[in-house]
């Protein structure tokens, strides 16, 4: 390890140190409280994942389970890819099932009557699964539904690709680390936030140091999505909309949250997540918006709504460092991830994108940052455009799936296994990501007690690579 990054490690365990001694009256390093260990020690047939490499695949077979706006948008893009063949769907509904083989029909080397259909059962999927034998699972079901088809699939012999969150309870998420440790076999939470070109930007920024030491982050999924609650027997909002009636705590965290992440190199090598603690508002909005649109006997008008419109959270790491955390799926409000981060130069934000670097002054004085403009912003971009940006952004674009992340996404995924390389997002990640979840609902039952963060890795983080500036 070079002296830089010692020097960034003891820099930023001193400001850990600081913010807890502060609080106490005492700046003594003995009196900070270590994160809980949290996890048993890895069974002895297991391997740890953190920067596993799968043999190389020179055709990856493609299996999907859930073919509804997610998983209909994964088959039309992954099956265009080199290297791709489509061998089976699987969805409760006929109808999306064969749409979903009919997309096939363009720009893909599968054609629609090779691929196996299993639709009109719930447990289906375990069927195919069996008989088909895929390479590559793809899971975009209900959020209580995927830990159980992400385990089978492993298991079946396939990596499996999952919608966020990952899980939603912390057991679950132990299972799929089990799992995927014990077939040696990929388990990826497909955050598809973390392609996005201000994303992958900011990622190169932070990576080559141009706003010096990271200090603090802001991330946030802030979406009106009331809307979803004109599905009523099938779709998104027939299942999304009783988590905010039962749940109460930040249901959606990864969107804002896995950029962050990786910026600051959590559960790789350089930091971890230690602790969060967490607040709701009243829950407010969805009864609302039942009341003025639904009948009084409507089954929306029957919830009662306990999850609160907003939450907000604050995770603590290893190092020191803070990342706000805020979710809201309920407001009318504009649409915003936040992507924040702060260093010791200077401060990179979101929507809209912002840079500033007062650095670039010579004397501080009473100049205080101000936001590039249109010429420095596009300075910055020509000095530090992620490379894998300038070689799929067009193309993304193209293909589409929100802006081009989706594509970027998954053409990264089927290049993976067919070059045989880790996984720009490994199984640790999903989870740490989605920890947030249950882990704010215990803190705001609570009234905001700290929760520290299960240590998926058990402590092989140290020794993972961080993620490469891939080209």
Sequence with gaps: ???????????????????????????????????????????????????????????????????????????????????????????LYEDLAKKAKESCNKNGATKPED??????????????????????????????????????????????FVEVPIATTLEDMWKIVDASERTQKHCMMMENVNYGREELLYLNMCRQGAIGELLHGEAAYIHDLRFQMEDIERGTGSWRTHHYAKRNGNLYPTHGLGPIAQYMNLARAEDNFARLVSFSSPAMGRKMYAEKYYDTDHKWNQLDFKGGDINTAIIKTTLG????????????????????????????????????????????GNHHAEWFNEEEM???????????????????????????????MSYRIIECLRKGTPLDQNVYEGCFWSAVGPLTEASVSQDGMPQDFPDFTRGDWKNTNPLDIIL
């Design 1 to 91: 390890m070079s002296t830089e990054n010692n020097h960034r490690r003891e820099f930023i365990k001193g400001l850990g140190v600081l913010s807890v001694g502060v609080a106490s009256g005492c700046i003594d390093a003995k009196d900070v409280e270590e994160p809980k260990a949290g996890y048993t020690a890895r069974p002895k047939n297991a391997q740890y994942m953190g920067d596993f490499a799968a043999a190389p695949l020179d055709k990856v077979r493609c299996a999907f389970i859930g073919v509804g706006d997610r998983g209909s948008g994964h088959v039309a893009r992954i099956h265009q890819i080199d290297g791709v063949e489509v061998v089976a769907i699987s969805d």
């Design 115 to 160: 691929i196996a259909l299993y639709y009109g059962g719930e447990n289906l999927w375990k069927k195919m699964l069996q008989e088909v034998t895929p390479d590559a699972v793809f899971v975009s079901t209900p959020w209580s539904l995927h830990a159980e088809m992400a385990i089978a699939s492993m298991e079946a012999g396939a990596h499996a």
């Design 321 to 364: 460092r803070t990342i706000l955390v805020q979710w809201d799926e309920t407001s009318p409000r504009p649409y915003n991830r936040l992507n924040l981060i702060q260093g010791t130069k200077g401060i990179l934000a979101g929507f809209p994108t912002r840079i500033a670097i007062p650095e670039k002054v010579k004397k501080v």
């Design 378 to 408: 596009g300075r910055i971009y020509e000095k530090y455009e992620h490379p894998l940006y300038k070689r799929l952004g067009a193309l993304a674009k193209k293909r589409g799936g929100h802006g081009g992340t989706d594509f970027m």
